[in-house]
C-alpha cells in the first residue's frame, strides 16, 4: 500500500488521483457520510417544512431498506435496491474498520457451482 501512496496525491495527474481517492477511498466512508445526513437531517426538522420532508423521505427510504428482505421472502422484491445500497455501504464500512485495527481476510475461498 505504501508503494501506492503516491497516486493519492494531487500532484502528477489531478484526474486520476480524484478517481482513486473518490472510488479507493471515500467509498468505505459512504456509511459515515449517510449517518451524517440523517443526524444533520434529525437537527434541521424544526427549521422548516422542506427539512422535514426530506428527512421524513430519509427515515422511510432506511425504514424500506430495513424491511426489503422480510418482503421479498412474501414475493415483493420493490425496495431491494434500497436493501442492497445499504447493505453495501455498510459492509465497506466494517471492511474499513477492520483495515484500520490490522485485520485482514487473507483467504478468499470463492463458491462453487
Do not use: E
Request: hydrophobic share 50%; charged share 15%.
Amino acid at each position: 500500500m505504501r508503494d501506492m501512496a503516491d497516486l493519492l496525491k494531487f500532484k502528477k495527474s489531478i484526474l486520476f488521483s480524484w478517481q482513486i481517492w473518490s472510488h479507493k477511498v471515500l467509498r468505505y466512508l459512504c456509511l459515515l457520510f449517510m449517518a451524517g445526513s440523517y443526524s444533520g437531517n434529525m437537527l434541521l426538522v424544526s427549521k422548516g417544512d422542506l427539512y422535514c420532508y426530506l428527512f421524513l423521505l430519509q427515515t422511510l427510504g432506511y425504514s424500506a431498506a430495513l424491511i426489503s428482505p422480510l418482503l421479498s421472502r412474501s414475493g415483493i422484491n420493490i425496495f431491494n435496491m434500497l436493501n442492497y445500497f445499504v447493505l453495501i455501504n455498510t459492509a465497506a464500512m466494517h471492511a474499513f474498520f477492520k483495515f484500520l485495527m490490522g485485520r485482514r481476510q487473507v483467504l478468499w475461498t470463492p463458491r462453487k457451482g
